[in-house]
């Protein structure tokens, strides 16, 4: 029987949780607590435990953390920065606004950023490297931190899709100086709108980051240094405090539908899957997004559309690098053919054992198993 499974429900997001989400807005709204009060410092000091950073800050969303921490770290006109071309706009833009030059490269077998791209991609002028940790899974970071501290560079990683995943059971965002992480709703921790977060073990970033924020302020309240408004919204910090409580249990959820697509889509020759949550001990990620790579990809997801099923290609089937208008003009085939295969599946908490088990039937109807 025909279902629908859209890729993500937004009104779950907030129906699924309402009568808290009621009293939070309520009790929140009570205290008057809108700007920089106490569920936004929980929040900051939740952050850090959860993720072993000495320090976070709430910030915007993670769009402006990526960019304040590059500015933290002094990023100057002409500096370049090295990212991956198969991310979110997001991760080249705030180098641009932060002053510098994005340079987007391959990614590598793991779909991950290419370290020996980015050791092809050093000169004279690179200045950092900044990983996206993509869609929950962290990049493996021996081998970047070891190309950074080779060319002493430093690491910015975009870890807007990563809370909770690990390398060598090290958190996402804590390699480097620092890093971002993203509240958008469809994020595994997400609230209900914009959000995002800054992580640090650098006590100078961290003030730095902090003073420009907001608008210049020290967390003494003196004025230090320019700054803007980037600041999290208490209540966004209290709505994401209320979901940090279940945060492990969430992945462990989205890690057991990774496991049903696995088990029910491993073998078709059809499909290239994304990593399974056992195939590699050095891994845990936290399946932000199930994308894998498909045979007549744009077929299927049309035979899913049609049997009610929603699924995304990401960034609008495009690399960073493939904007001209945004100045690139150069080639990557290999993220260019990854582009022309992508495909995620729903991956949420709204999806239902029964459901995951639809989509692989339609899939597995669809290649004619
Ligand atoms: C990889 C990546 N980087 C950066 C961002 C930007 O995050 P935000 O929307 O919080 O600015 C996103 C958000 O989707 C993302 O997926």
Same mark, same amino acid.
């Given at each position: 029987?025909?279902? #629908? ?15 808290? !989400? ?12 809108? $700007? ?8 900051? !000091? ?13 910030? =915007?969303? =993670? ?10 770290? +002094? ?7 090295? *990212?991956?071309?198969?991310?979110? !706009? =997001? ?17 590598? #077998? ?11 991609? $050093? ?15 962290? *990049? ?6 070891? &190309? ?14 990563? /809370? ?26 997400? *609230?209900? +709108?914009?959000? +995002? ?10 003030? @730095? ?22 600041? /999290? ?36 020759? #059809? ?14 990620? &936290?399946?932000?997004?199930?994308? !894998?790579? =498909? ?17 995304? &290609? ?21 993220? #260019?053919?990854?582009?022309?295969? *992508? ?25 004619? @198993?």
């Amino acid at each position: 029987m025909k279902r #629908e499974v859209p890729f993500f429900n937004y009104p779950r997001a907030y129906l699924d949780h309402r009568e808290d !989400l009621l009293k939070i807005f309520d009790e929140v709204g009570k205290r008057g607590a809108f $700007i920089m009060q106490k569920d936004l410092k929980d929040f900051e !000091l939740y952050l850090a435990k959860y993720t072993g950073a000495k320090y976070a800050i709430g910030v =915007a969303n =993670a769009t402006d953390g990526l960019e304040l921490a590059l500015m933290a770290i +002094g990023l100057k006109p002409g500096d370049e920065v090295i *990212c991956c071309s198969h991310t979110m !706009l =997001a991760t080249a833009s705030s180098i641009r606004t932060a002053g510098g030059t994005p340079i987007p490269v391959e990614l590598g #077998e793991d779909n991950l950023i290419d370290p020996e791209a980015i050791e092809n991609a $050093i000169n004279k002028r690179t200045v950092g490297i900044m990983p996206t940790q993509l869609n929950g899974r962290t *990049c493996n970071m021996d081998r970047i931190m070891s &190309i950074a501290n080779k060319y002493n560079l430093f690491v910015v990683e975009d870890a807007a899709q990563a /809370l909770g995943s690990k390398f060598k059971g090290q958190h996402a965002g804590t390699f480097g100086q620092a890093s971002a992480i993203s509240f958008f709703p469809a994020k595994v921790l997400g *609230c209900l +709108g914009d959000g +995002g977060g800054v992580i640090t073990n650098d006590y100078g970033i961290f003030d @730095k980051v902090y003073q420009l924020h907001d608008h210049g302020r020290d967390i003494d309240g003196e004025v230090k240094s320019w700054g803007r408004n980037s600041r /999290l919204d208490n209540l966004q910090a209290a709505i994401l405090n209320y979901h940090f409580e279940r945060y492990d249990q969430v992945i462990l959820r989205r890690r057991y539908i990774a496991d049903i697509y696995q088990s029910r889509l491993g073998d078709l020759v #059809e499909l290239q899957l994304p990593p399974s949550t056992t195939s590699n001990k050095d891994h845990f990620d &936290i399946y932000q997004n199930y994308e !894998l790579q =498909a045979d007549r990809r744009d077929k299927l997801k049309e035979h899913l559309k049609i049997n009610g099923i929603g699924t995304l &290609i990401q960034w609008s089937g495009k690399a960073v690098h493939q904007w001209e208008q945004l100045g690139f003009n150069f080639k990557l085939p290999k993220t #260019e053919k990854f582009f022309e295969r *992508c495909i995620m599946l729903p991956m949420n908490m709204f999806i239902s054992d029964d459901d995951a088990h639809y989509v692989c039937d339609q899939i597995i109807a669809f290649y004619g @198993k």
